[in-house]
């Protein structure tokens, strides 16, 4: 099994190397990941600057490409052009912090995946639901086990797996949910500052705290100690509404 | 009625010009768009740095406000802190070039309206199907009737339009259909190249030549001289997988 991986938290984050160390036990592993954090690209990609591509290592080997880019462009990088051969997979994460609700919309790490979907491959975000002492152990081996039900199984094209997982010790996780996306997002606002130079700054704040009532949801799922398993897909068609929007007679 | 207006083309773009131009009949403008290009940024918003906010004239006269970050940031930024009231509408464009099919996932103009719709804002976005010698005339007079017709209906929460409108004579438009997002994308590749220092350097490069069975699609409403109107929401869940999902047994 050919394995890519990628992430936005860059390649010298702890979440993509305790990643890659778990899937090695399933087959050959290709990590190529953005030189330095990449968090809330959404799905960009870069069109009108060139991309570097350098080796990486870690604990003194080898361990993937460090590409100048977007998570997005990382994948299309690697089976477009680095890999010899496509991948059977591809995983992107494990992100520090939940992506949950619309605030996958703006996920460098549910992009890094989208991609890979779009191209026709399997594809998989992980996230671990902390930011802060992150214990990557429960998500890695949780990510081995996805991924092996994957090879064995089928995905709809162009639809994939994002997962999220709680912080708390393996023990304590009561086991897995398939879930939809809650429809939170983070609450966010601007600082308002003055450089050392008198001129004005702003800079984006935010927290999530939301609630949602939708039992079945990715937000409530991870709440309640659940590893959150969302299947996603990009036709964004609201054919509900098609209808509706008939009778305007536009 | 006051009307927020963005684009990621950058606010000295040619196509936000018309745009504001033409929707000055309707209410109270208010541009806030990027400082310059920032195509394919997706749905990124900018958290690791600061953004700035300019004033920018054009023909000689205060046309909006430049800030240094994507059509999402602007977006964020206007409604939160640049204007006193809430915008009753956001409107994203004119982009050069259509926005059609999962492309739409890379586009910062749909971007600008998909944060207006996240945070409860009726939302347009609207594009002209040519990178050359574009002529606006017709979109802009579309972003009039629609935009009217947006004040007097509703559209359900977390639901905006996204419209593209063909590059050919106003005359010559055939009229207008409800479509859905098409299933294709850019085919997309990699030249490798050498730096002057002999480094080596990717850059993307892409053409969009697709082909869709979908009658109902954007893509053929455009190609068939239409003016295409799709109605995009973002829960990205894939309902009619979830039974099956289910069955995997994580």
Known sequence: MEILITNDDGIYAEGIYALATALKKLGNITVVAPDAQRSAVG???TIVDPLRVNKARRNGRFFGYA??????????????????????????????????GYNILY???????????????????????????PDF??????????AASMKKRR????????????????????????????????????DKRKDPHGQTYYWMDGDFKPKDSDAASDLNAVKAGYISVTPIQFDLTDYKFITTLDTWKL
Chains 1, 2 share one sequence.
């Open 67 to 100: 590409a100048s880019g977007t998570p997005a462009d990382c994948v299309k990088l690697a089976i477009k052009t680095l890999m010899k051969k496509k991948p059977d997979l591809v995983v992107s994460g494990i992100n520090l912090g939940a992506n949950i």
């Open 43 to 45: 799905h960009a990609i």
């Open 137 to 146: 152990s429960a998500a890695a081996a949780f990510s081995v086990k996805i």
């Open 107 to 133: 996920s460098g790490t549910v992009s890094g995946a989208t991609e890979g979907a779009l191209l026709g491959i399997p594809s998989l975000a992980i996230s671990l639901d902390t930011f802060t002492k």
């Open 155 to 190: 995905l709809p094209a162009g639809t994939l797996l994002n997962v999220n997982v709680p912080a708390i010790k393996a023990s304590k996780i009561k086991g897995v949910r398939v879930t939809s996306q809650s429809r939170t997002s983070f609450n966010d606002w601007f």
